[in-house]
């Protein structure tokens, strides 16, 4: 009797503690979610909403002009998805072991590797904006000087390194992310497990395979999930170095900039299509949730247990 | 004893707190709230001019004006939502044509008269319309400039690489861009990086290859279609440039782009008289000169293409409708306007105004007999997607040569011909 009063007593806490949260969860994501779904189902004139249009939006964006962009930014979204997720990831989980297998300065490491992800991301765009201009910039500069003229390009220029570049200046800010995640990771292993397979004559190469990376597993879990989301939804870096049209040439066109661009229109063509945009919107919602929803069901399944 | 001296440094810790959050706050107010008006604008680059003015402004009449310029390519949306959530700025930059349609079309800007603002009276019919509704034909905006395109270049680089006279035909232009290319000097500044100053570039080169004034005629009323062999022809003639853009053209963005004719890296810009302020800023000795876009053959006529740029409008929902209007004769005035044209390279809409930079003169005197209309943006950004819209990445997959001029013109003739009724069912 008293063990539930007392549990009484804690749900209610439990609950009021939660509700800032949920409100705000409440206001600044599910309401402009719902809103965004209904704003797909509705014709629209600039900003003015007009009749009902069934699914007529969802069919304009399988349409020309708007079908080729979106092919062409799923395109990309999926190649950025499978380019972090094997070099980003592989880089993570070494950069932790190496932070794992560290004697001393760990802290000092730490904060290094970790640094890159608290710039904001529009100062870390600009600075590499800045160091492969091809004309002012330090890299080209450095590559001309050493004679390696044949790498001096024009990375962000050019359509078809555009895109791996993106990919390598995301690497370089968020490598210290998943980092971390998979040091506390290799944290949260059981030393037992360790000091007796090396008792049993295990190599540290074996030790890290068959024992230290299947336990890695939950950490893995996280850190593809959170990337697969990112991948999806990827809009700050494209934004800031190539504009709403993810220029040049779209090279860089993403699901979130074609969003962007449907739903505010750009600059000197005027006119926006928030129909279309939306429809766009519930795409790329449907699309990472299920994603993440499945996914993360299939890597739990597969995690083994201490 | 011990709760009262708890209560005591609760009372003084939260106390602290308040003060901490007030004091701030209080001190960040103003000490009298004097009538101050908002005005937003596209043009970070002409904050100096514009505060100057604002500065005049208040002296005369004892009313602040607020500047807040924004980037260009964010401009539209951030008015947009700004405008549609009942707030936006008392005053503001608007963009012409079909540009202001949805937001004029929904009821945001005042509609002016000539009682309010006398100046819009000597305004001729054809600038004005720049400003005016789509569907409500009110004169919401106040056309402050006529812009135009055309090629600018550097004197001093073209004598260093041995050109004597300015091309006049497509084929001696080209000829030019050889020589100042073998000369170790870029030939062009222009970049495709930035989308809408490939448009900006064929709205200069274009004209001579489709027929100028009477195609444009021809393809308003639907007698002609953007699949016309001829508009086929002036894509194609962009794509012919983009030979001599610097390499890298693709990431060259705006002001890099502009950057390096005004830093003497290259001889020639294709672009509008709205450079050359930029241009200024960046290099005050510049020596810039402009010609009207080269006539595809001899014999062939050269055009000047010109448009109303933008205008001022009011927010319909503003609450200092009498400061604002106050604020619009004054952008209207003569003094206004000849400051403008003096520092920013502007083509006022007014009469009366002295232009002083000789490549403005130029372009001025050019209007009056060769002037033709920016096809796209004066007929056509109406309605969605607007022939600007496709246009514009268009030009970079031509630039790059993943789409063909071909292709371009058959999806602006398609996208354009879903929502623009004389071109409808036309190919």
């Known amino acids: 009797m008293a063990r539930a009063g007392i549990k009484r007593e804690q749900n209610k806490y439990a609950a009021l503690l939660l509700t800032p949260a949920l409100a705000v969860i409440i206001i600044f994501t599910s309401i402009p979610a719902l809103t965004t779904l209904s704003y797909a189902f509705f014709r629209w004139k600039g900003f003015q909403r007009l009749g009902f249009a069934g699914i007529e939006n969802f069919q304009r964006l399988f349409n020309d002009p708007f079908k080729s962009y979106f092919y062409m930014a799923l395109r990309h979204n999926v190649l950025v998805f499978i380019a972090i997720l094997v070099i980003q990831t592989s880089l993570g989980i070494l950069v932790g072991y190496a932070l794992f297998k560290l004697k001393r300065g760990h802290r000092y490491f730490r904060t ?3 640094l890159p992800v608290i710039f904001s991301l529009v100062i870390v765009a600009y600075m590499w904006q800045a160091m492969l201009d091809p004309f002012y910039g330090p890299v080209n500069y450095l590559l001309h000087s050493i004679h390696w003229d044949g790498l001096a390009k024009t990375w962000l220029g050019s359509t078809s390194t555009a895109l791996p570049t993106l990919v390598f200046i995301n690497l370089w800010r968020w490598v210290g992310f998943p980092a971390i995640i998979f040091l506390a990771g290799f944290n949260s292993i059981n030393t037992e497990f360790i000091e007796a397979a090396r008792i049993d004559g295990a190599s540290e190469g074996q030790i890290f395979r068959k024992i230290l990376l299947p336990l890695l597993a939950p950490s893995m879990t996280i850190v593809t999930i959170l990337t697969f989301i990112g991948a999806f939804e990827w809009f700050d870096l494209p934004y800031v170095l190539g504009g709403t ?4 040439a779209g090279a860089i066109d993403t699901l979130a900039l074609m969003f962007y661009r449907l739903s505010f229109g750009s600059v000197d063509s005027g006119a926006n299509e928030i129909g279309v945009g939306s429809a766009l919107g519930v795409l790329i919602f449907t699309i990472v949730g299920v994603g993440a929803t499945f996914g993360s069901r299939y890597l739990r399944s597969r995690e083994v247990e201490a | 004893m011990k709760n009262n001296r708890r209560r005591v440094r609760g009372l003084v810790a939260s106390l602290l707190a308040g003060a901490a959050i007030a004091v701030p706050a209080l001190m960040a107010m103003p000490a009298h709230a004097a009538t101050e008006i908002t005005f937003w604008s596209w043009r970070p680059e002409d904050k100096a001019f514009y505060e100057a003015q604002a500065a005049d402004f208040q002296a005369a009449t004892g009313i602040s004006v607020k500047f807040t310029p924004y980037v260009a390519t964010e401009y539209n949306a951030i008015l947009a939502t700004a405008l549609t959530a009942g707030k936006g700025p008392d005053v503001m930059q608007i963009r012409a044509y079909g540009g202001m349609a949805n937001l004029s079309d929904a009821g945001n800007f005042l509609a002016l008269t000539t009682k309010d603002v006398p100046a819009l009276a000597k305004i001729p019919a054809g600038t004005l319309a720049g400003t005016q509704g789509y569907t409500n034909k009110s004169q919401f905006g106040l056309p402050y400039a006529t812009s135009v395109l055309g090629v600018m270049y550097n004197p001093d680089l073209l004598k260093k690489a041995g050109i004597k006279a300015l091309p006049t035909t497509w084929t001696s232009f080209l000829a ?26 064929w709205g200069a080169v274009g004209p001579t290859w489709y027929g100028g004034n009477d195609f444009y005629k021809q393809i308003v009323a639907g007698n002609k279609t953007f699949t016309d062999k001829n508009f086929i022809a002036s894509l194609q003639a962009v794509k012919d440039l983009v030979a001599y853009f610097p390499a890298g053209h693709e990431g060259l963005d705006y002001n890099t782009a502009r950057g390096l004719f005004a830093n003497e890296k290259a001889a020639f810009y294709i672009g509008g008289n709205y450079e050359i302020s930029y241009f200024r800023s960046l290099n005050p000795s510049l020596n810039v000169g402009w010609m009207p876009a080269p006539a595809k ?12 740029d933008g205008g001022f409008a009011i927010n319909a929902k503003t609450t200092q409708k009498a400061a604002a209007i106050k604020f619009m004769n004054f952008l209207a005035s003569k003094a206004f306007m000849q400051a403008a044209a003096d520092t920013l390279g502007w083509i006022p809409t007014i009469s009366g105004i002295k232009v002083t ?8 005197r050019a209007i009056p007999s060769s002037g033709t209309p920016f096809l796209t943006l004066v007929g056509f950004r109406y309605g969605t997607p607007t022939s600007s819209s496709i246009m514009q990445p268009g030009f970079q997959k031509v630039a790059t040569g993943a789409q063909t001029a071909t292709d371009l013109a058959k999806a602006i003739q398609t996208g354009v011909a879903s929502w623009y009724k004389p071109l409808t069912g036309k190919a």
Do not use: H
């Not at chain 2, 861009?177 to 990086?193: F, M, Q, R, Y």
């Not at chain 2, 000789?358 to 372009?363: E, H, K, L, Q």
């Open chain 2, 297 to 308: 053959s001899t014999g062939e006529k050269r055009y000047v293409t010109n448009w109303a």
């Open chain 1, 245 to 248: 049209n993810g220029n040049p």
């Open chain 1, 112 to 114: 290094v590797v970790f």
């Open chain 2, 357 to 364: 930079d000789p490549a403005v003169i130029s372009m001025q």
């Open chain 2, 176 to 201: 030019a861009l050889d020589k100042v290319k073998a000369a170790g000097i870029l030939p062009l500044g222009n970049g495709s990086g930035y989308a809408p100053g490939m448009e900006q570039l």
